[in-house]
């Protein structure tokens, strides 16, 4: 009940496409959803991130869009460029008795992006 | 610090060994995390702090896993007679509360058991 399932595992987009990654939880109590990106010897850092009072946030080229009652979200990434290269992970967490820090993540997606 | 800082940055040890791996948060941070990253994985959180005290360490996979924050700040995760399946990325991670704040993660220990 604690999974987050991701996908797809690899993604490899031309610069200027859109890449899409797409997440689904099980768990209904999960209140918080961020995405993060990770370089490789990195830690992740964080990306965008969504409450489930909204269906969709846009920060520059991401955006998170969040369907509550099909318990999926996903990122989209505009005009994707070289320097987007990195994996991506989705996570979700609950706040309720613990904190929004303890996440449960997505297996990864690696993107590419060719120039 | 600028960020959080973990320590040293590759631990390669010997099976059965005794290791400890470092975490300096943010400063102010009263919330940290450690997580683990398997090769090819998203992290799996192992412990919350709050202060000083272990608020969550549920995800500990066994005894021989310890944490500890005795000040409130610097955090010691402790692995007793590692084992060949402990070699994973170690990672940490603080935030200024436990409430909605955004967990900074430092760039991990990668620990090498042989």
């Known amino acids: 009940q604690q999974q987050v399932k991701q996908s797809p595992q690899s993604l490899i987009v031309q610069k200027g496409g859109i890449s899409i990654i797409n997440c689904a939880y099980e768990?209904?109590?999960?209140?918080?959803f961020p995405w993060y990106q990770q370089f490789p010897g990195k830690g992740p850092a964080l990306l965008i991130a969504i409450r489930p009072d909204v269906s969709e946030k846009k920060e520059g080229r991401f955006t998170i869009s969040f369907n509550k009652s099909a318990k999926q979200f996903s990122l989209h990434i505009m005009d994707s460029q070289p320097g987007d290269s990195a994996t991506y992970f989705c996570?979700?967490?609950?706040?309720?008795?613990?904190?929004?820090?303890?996440?449960?993540f997505g297996q990864g997606t690696i993107l590419t992006v060719h120039p | 610090g600028a960020g959080v800082s973990q320590t040293p940055s590759n631990k390669v040890t010997e099976k059965g060994k005794y290791v400890e791996l470092r975490c300096d948060p943010i400063s102010g941070h009263t919330a940290l995390y450690w997580y683990r990253q398997s090769l090819g994985q998203g992290p799996e959180f192992l412990i919350y702090f709050q202060g000083t005290g272990a608020a969550d360490d549920s995800g500990l996979p066994n005894d021989r896993f310890f944490a500890v924050r005795p000040e409130g700040s610097v955090s010691t995760l402790k692995i007793q007679r590692t084992e060949r399946g402990d070699s994973a990325v170690y990672l940490c991670?603080?935030?200024?509360?436990?409430?909605?704040?955004?967990?900074?993660f430092g760039q991990g220990t990668r620990l090498t058991v042989v």
């Open positions: 768990n209904t109590a999960f209140d918080y």
């Open positions: 996570a979700a967490s609950n706040a309720g008795g613990t904190s929004y820090g303890k996440l449960t």
């Open positions: 991670a603080s935030s200024s509360s436990g409430g909605v704040s955004e967990a900074f």
